[in-house]
């Protein structure tokens, strides 16, 4: 598959804003508002419709969703009376919806988003942007085929203080970057989410049109709704989930679009439920330039109040930036220039004498995040849309992030370590890997409509 870079995606983004000239007059009309179609509004759905609610020119005509009790909580507060549907494709077929927003299930991103863009549609959707890698790169491909705007729900990119972070970083304000760690910790034990066993499903839910291009499955309820995050065929787990927002910054911010190498190893090791990810799980990846990046799911307590508890660590060779939920920390080494000396048991002094003049390179600093990143995020969508500028976070650039946490999970489903090419989007060592890196829909269900 050719390698599609952000410059190719901004400049197909740019063609179609000539292209595209009526639909942004459409856009322009009705009292200068971007009409929007939600597709999906439980859970993530409805914080996302809270964050464009918070804009005035953006107007939210339609809702899809296949619980009622949903379409019915999002209509009360929409407030405009929003046309309502049970399939997607209905809400698709609307002329006067200039957008969607996905919000489902990651199995289901695919093939909303490719729909989205053949009907003409400019698509927000949530992350991870997919359920694979191939599924990723169709969907961009997908995207500039059709000269579509498009935003991956990666908030942090529209968070100022994240962005002044990423700028540090990539500027060498903390010296070489040669470990970056990030976290997500969450102490399940010992029940995690139970063990419920199969049942019919919600006489207000249609279990098949909810399990869609996923294998046919009874229903349960942990793997509906939220649950769904813990199995392999809807979700990535909480590596995808949470794990997505850290790389994508750590890449952002190491000027990175792949890595070279990944490995990862965990399991279950404490709760007693019926998931299939891990409970526990560390990977590591290796970046160009030597930089090595972790991510560390910890099924373990947290740490007390007032300890550091960052969620990335940059570590560099004149210090360290904590990069938390709430801003960011910068922590200056004392350096010494001298040569490290070697330590024999007669002479302790030398290290001492070593040390003897180390100082700090770089300032302290400290910063506060101000602001609801979904907010600034739906922001810059609304306004690209009347724009046809990229956005903050393209569905090229949302792409990329995923395929890092996605390629992150078949190297600890295999037990491998793994070697990876970005540009071609293949592991080169294991050519059975690559198999894994997408999976056969259930019929009738096809990626592409026009098939």
């Not at 597709?39 to 005035?56: C, E, K, T, Y």
């Not at 190893?265 to 007693?272: F, N, P, Q, S, Y």
């Not at 299939?276 to 373990?300: C, K, M």
């Not at 903050?392 to 992030?401: P, V, Y």
Request: charged fraction near 25%; glycine fraction near 8%; include cysteine.
């Amino acid at each position: 598959m050719p390698k599609v870079t952000r410059r190719d995606f901004a400049r197909a983004a740019a063609a179609a804003g000539v292209t595209t000239a009526l639909g942004r007059a459409r856009v322009r009309g009705a009292n200068d508002r971007v009409r929007l179609g939600f597709i999906a509004i439980g859970n993530r759905g409805d914080q996302v419709l809270d964050a464009f609610l918070s804009h005035p020119d953006a107007e939210v005509v339609a809702v899809c969703d296949l619980y009622q009790p949903y379409l019915d909580f999002a209509s009360r507060k929409i407030g405009s009376g929003p046309k309502q549907f049970k399939d997607y494709r209905r809400l698709l077929e609307l002329k006067d919806v200039d957008a969607v927003v996905v919000n489902t299930p990651d199995h289901w991103h695919a093939l909303q988003a490719i729909h989205a863009f053949e009907a003409g549609k400019d698509v927000y959707c949530e992350k991870p942007l997919s359920l694979t890698v191939r599924e990723g790169r169709q969907m961009a491909e997908a995207a500039r085929r059709h000269g579509r705007v498009t935003q991956v729900g990666l908030q942090r990119r529209s968070a100022p203080y994240c962005r002044e972070a990423a700028e540090l970083v990539r500027s060498g304000a903390i010296g070489k970057v040669t470990v970056v760690r990030a976290f997500h910790i969450q102490n399940e034990w010992p029940k995690g989410i139970g063990k419920p066993p199969d049942e019919a499903p919600p006489a207000n839910l249609d279990w098949d049109a909810w399990l869609g291009p996923a294998p046919r499955v009874a229903y349960n309820k942990n793997r509906a709704f939220y649950r769904f995050r813990w199995f392999y065929d809807y979700s990535g787990g909480q590596l995808t989930n949470f794990g997505v927002h850290y790389m994508d910054v750590i890449q952002w911010a190491l000027g990175q679009s792949a890595p070279l190498a990944v490995t990862a190893m965990g399991g279950k090791c404490a709760v007693e439920d019926n998931r299939e990810i891990p409970d526990t799980l560390e990977v590591l990846w290796t970046f160009p330039g030597g930089t090595l990046v972790t991510f560390s799911q910890f099924n373990a307590s947290a740490p007390p109040a007032g300890l550091r508890n960052g969620q990335i660590e940059f570590r560099g060779t004149k210090g360290t930036l904590y990069l938390q939920g709430n801003g960011y920390e910068v922590v200056p080494d004392a350096v010494t220039m001298n040569e490290f000396p070697a330590r024999t048991p007669v002479d302790r002094n030398l290290e001492r004498g070593w040390r003897t003049g180390a100082k700090p390179l770089i300032e302290a600093r400290k910063v506060d995040g101000q602001g609801d990143s979904t907010a600034l995020h739906a922001r810059n969508f609304l306004d690209c849309v009347r724009s046809r500028k990229p956005t903050n976070c393209d569905i090229e650039t949302g792409h990329r992030s995923t395929s890092t946490t996605l390629i992150a999970n078949i190297a600890h489903r295999t037990k491998s370590y793994l070697e990876w090419d970005g540009e071609a989007e293949r592991f080169t060592n294991q050519p059975a890997a690559n198999k894994l890196l997408s999976y056969e829909y259930r019929a009738p269900y096809k990626l592409n409509q026009k098939e």
